[in-house]
């Protein structure tokens, strides 16, 4: 056969044979987009040819010889292309024997098993013969066991984390102590905060006014101290600090004894306060009732690490649950601002494990827009760690009361530096709404959320919270060990939230010094209760 194109390419002529005439004599159209379509033609089935020979090549690298060159061209193509479905390379046998339950129990006392990968390799290439069902069952069994003794060794961590975060360390409890026997037998430690001076001070308005509810004096002080240095008004600002009726002497004899002059400081103790003392106060009766509910629901700290079916991170946060803090009147006392100081319009609510690093004065300056609580939310930012809770993080949204009433995407929002604007909140029904859904909490043997005053505090404030710059609030210093010295620097206020509080021999090394130089070292309570730096 020959194949003949005119010189004028307008004909093409095919000979079937040396001296046949006969021929086929096709006429190409005069548009040369003919030519090119010809042209385009031979080049897409050249490709298509080489690409058949490639994957045939490969095919047979890999062993599968038995396929044609259609049947594996379908099979790398896809499932049931060309007539073929698409087929793995490990045997069907290690998928089976990898589903194949197996039992804690089976494992124990077996010292066959590797103990490491390295041990694993070694064993499988000095075995002269092993199939691919022995070497899955041994791979099966020395992943069971490394990530059974990960989960026990996870669950012991948080253990250990939780009782030490629970746990009053000696030189706080030596500072208490020291501080209650001064308050007795020093007069000078018993001063009236603030000076009679300086207590109109207390209900005036012009004034910046900062509350502080701590039962901690190390870490009020921190926080105090922190506060006054970095302000360029010191002689504008009024902190008052709530304590419990323990805690009162010592916090008042440590602010007695060491002045933040020109600022005013109050310390008041909630017995102090009439309406804390007279009738019924909800929070309270709600505390008794959580306690009850708690230890017969937990069941102890024991109960919650001897689950073997609850993942670590949920023994975590059950463990967390049951710290005393998130059972203590100073977590909830917040609600109660405005009854608290019915003369103030505005106040700053900052927690004991914070440290304020800027001048935050200009927080009175923000528009609220008749918002009652100015806070940093918590669901976008650099950190996706911290900064992506949502309602979802904190209520259970299976419960129809929770799941009727709210949108599980709603972004959530921070304590631990609030703007309140207690003018508007008295306008508002938010304590009653905390209270009663409390109240429904404990009916419902603690279903709607599981810790702290955060889950409620979202449900009672939602709808009245105006956003605020991040700056005014970085979270995380007391879990993320890897904010970097920058970022923190950077904040006006930052937070230890989590278990890892500075004062805690469990605080991150690197985080630690950032709230530790606001503490005077030299001080003769702080070095008689051998409380260092590091």
Request: net charge positive; no cysteine.
């Given at each position: 056969m020959q194949l003949h194109i005119s010189p004028s390419l307008r004909h093409v002529t095919v000979f079937p044979g040396k001296e046949v005439r006969e021929f086929i004599k096709v006429k190409v159209g005069s548009r040369r987009l003919s030519y090119r379509m010809l042209f385009y033609s031979i080049l897409f089935f050249t490709f298509i040819l080489r690409f058949v020979f490639v994957m045939t090549a490969v095919d047979t690298i890999d062993g599968e010889t038995r396929c044609s060159t259609i049947g594996c061209l379908g099979k790398k193509l896809g499932p049931r292309i060309l007539g073929r479905r698409l087929e793995s390379s490990v045997p069907e046998v290690v998928y089976q024997v990898l589903e194949e339950p197996i039992g804690k129990d089976e494992l124990q006392g077996r010292s066959d098993i590797p103990q490491s990968l390295d041990e694993f390799m070694t064993e499988i290439k000095d075995s002269n013969v092993i199939d691919a069902r022995t070497f899955a069952v041994k791979l099966r069994e020395m992943v069971t066991l490394l990530e059974e003794r990960t989960r026990n060794a996870k669950i012991q961590e948080y253990l250990y984390r939780h009782v030490a975060s629970s746990s009053i360390p000696k030189q706080l409890h030596c500072l208490a102590l020291r501080l209650a026997n001064e308050h007795s037998t020093n007069a000078a430690a018993r001063l009236q905060l603030p000076s009679a001076e300086f207590v109109p001070a207390l209900v005036d308005n012009s004034f910046f006014h900062f509350v502080l509810a701590s039962d901690n004096v190390l870490a009020a002080s921190v926080v105090a101290t922190s506060l006054v240095q970095n302000s360029l008004r010191p002689h504008k600002v009024v902190l008052h600090i709530i304590t419990d009726r323990k805690t009162y002497c010592p916090m008042q004899a440590w602010f007695s004894l060491h002045p933040l002059s020109p600022a005013i400081i109050e310390v008041k103790a909630l017995h102090h306060f009439d309406w804390f003392s007279k009738g019924k106060v909800p929070v309270l009766e709600a505390m008794e009732k959580d306690q009850k509910v708690r230890s017969q629901f937990r069941g102890g700290s024991s109960a919650i690490v001897a689950n073997n079916t609850d993942k670590p991170n949920v023994i975590a946060a059950k463990l967390q649950a049951l710290s005393p803090k998130y059972n203590s009147i100073m977590n909830h006392i917040r609600i109660h601002l405005p009854e608290m100081f019915p003369s103030l319009n505005k106040v700053v609510f900052l927690d004991d494990d914070v440290v304020v690093q800027t001048d935050l004065s200009p927080l009175w300056d923000i528009d609220m827009n008749g918002k009652v609580n100015g806070a940093v939310e918590t669901c976008r930012g650099k950190d996706k760690f911290v900064m992506s809770k949502k309602f979802k993080s904190y209520l259970n949204f299976s419960h129809p009361l929770i799941s009727n009433n709210f949108d599980p995407n709603t972004c959530a929002w921070a304590y631990g530096m609030n703007i309140f604007d207690l003018e508007a909140w008295?306008?508002?029904?938010?304590?009653?709404?905390?209270?009663?859904?409390?109240?429904?909490?404990?009916?419902?043997?603690?279903?709607?959320?599981?810790?702290?005053?955060?889950?409620?505090?979202?449900?009672?404030?939602?709808?009245?919270?105006?956003?605020?710059?991040?700056?005014?609030?970085?979270?995380?210093?007391?879990?993320?060990?890897?904010?970097?010295?920058?970022?923190?620097?950077?904040?006006?206020?930052?937070?230890?939230?989590?278990?890892?509080?500075?004062?805690?021999?469990?605080?991150?090394?690197?985080?630690?010094?950032?709230?530790?130089?606001?503490?005077?070292?030299?001080d003769k309570f702080i070095k008689g209760c051998h409380i260092r730096a590091s």
């Open positions: 008295r306008k508002t029904n938010i304590s009653r709404t905390y209270h009663y859904w409390i109240e429904q909490n404990l009916k419902s043997d603690l279903s709607l959320w599981q810790l702290g005053t955060l889950p409620p505090g979202l449900i009672a404030f939602h709808g009245h919270v105006h956003v605020i710059d991040p700056f005014w609030h970085m979270l995380g210093f007391g879990y993320q060990e890897n904010i970097s010295s920058a970022d923190a620097k950077s904040a006006g206020v930052i937070h230890f939230n989590g278990r890892a509080k500075p004062w805690l021999e469990i605080a991150f090394p690197n985080l630690r010094p950032l709230w530790a130089k606001y503490i005077d070292f030299s």
